[in-house]
T-cell receptor, first 118, second 118 residues
Framework: DVKVTQSSRYLVKRTGEKVFLECVQD?????MFWYRQDPGLGLRLIYF???????EKGDIPEGYSVSREKKERFSLILESASTNQTSMYLC?????????????????FGPGTRLTVL | AQKVTQAQTEISVVEKEDVTLDCVYE???????LFWYKQPPSGELVFLIR??????QNEISGRYSWNFQKSTSSFNFTITASQVVDSAVYFC???????????????FGQGTELSVKP
């Protein structure tokens, strides 16, 4: 069974705090993604990683960084949280090569983290 | 331009009605993949179906069916005999080959919020 987990469902932080959002997948997927979802704006890609230690900016990387030290874990970091980063954050993973779970290229999502920055 | 349009922002039906969610896409690639995801109130995006551009056969899975028509660039989703548990936001997504080869990046539509009332 495909499984993507995120460290928290709900998180409340203060402006200026450093925030870590963790995502773990157990499907041996190469690709991992971080999105944010806001009403009226849909899903927007923040960062993408196609291999350990590899990352690529998405559509809205400003104010965020990522870390991928192990294949199964992809962390999103808000260096100094701001109120406009209050949002729903979704992590996803997908397979790039045969051998893992699921069809190639299909993204599987975690349950999401609803982050509020006060 | 490469984009996905889900013109219906919100749909409300009464239980047992049939409902069709529209999805129109634009891409310059001849090879591409189309997806539907369901996002229930809990927040997690659930993968429903993946279609490649060379397979125009319609698909049926229980009460769900999908109609892929390349001539009109549409990939519509029909729920037969809707149930309250079908209430969710439904996203259509496109992965043109150039993005698919970059790890399966997706272009999402804005989503259609379906409300099924008892």
């Amino acid at each position: 069974d495909v499984k993507v987990t995120q460290s928290s469902r709900y998180l409340v932080k203060r402006t200026g705090e450093k925030v870590f959002l963790e995502c773990v997948q157990d499907m041996d997927h190469e690709n991992m993604f971080w999105y944010r979802q806001d009403p009226g704006l849909g899903l927007r890609l923040i960062y993408f990683s196609y291999d350990v230690k590899m990352k690529e900016k998405g559509d809205i990387p400003e104010g965020y960084s990522v870390s991928r030290e192990k294949k199964e874990r992809f962390s999103l970091i808000l260096e100094s949280a701001s109120t406009n980063q209050t949002s729903m954050y979704l992590c996803a993973s997908s397979l790039n090569k045969a051998g893992g779970l699921g069809p190639l290229g299909t993204q599987y999502f975690g349950p999401g983290t609803r982050l509020t920055v006060l | 331009a490469q984009k996905v349009t889900q013109a219906q922002t919100e749909i409300s039906v009464v239980e047992k009605e049939d409902v069709t969610l529209d999805c129109v896409y634009e891409t310059r690639d001849t090879t591409y993949y189309l997806f539907w995801y369901k996002q229930p109130p809990s927040g997690e995006l659930v993968f429903l179906i993946r279609r490649n551009s060379f397979d125009e056969q319609n698909e049926i899975s229980g009460r769900y069916s999908w109609n892929f028509q390349k001539s009109t660039s549409s990939f519509n989703f029909t729920i037969t005999a809707s149930q309250v548990v079908d209430s969710a936001v439904y996203f259509c997504a496109l992965s043109p080959l150039e993005l698919y080869n970059q790890g399966g990046k997706l272009i999402f539509g804005q989503g259609t919020e379906l409300s099924v009332k008892p």
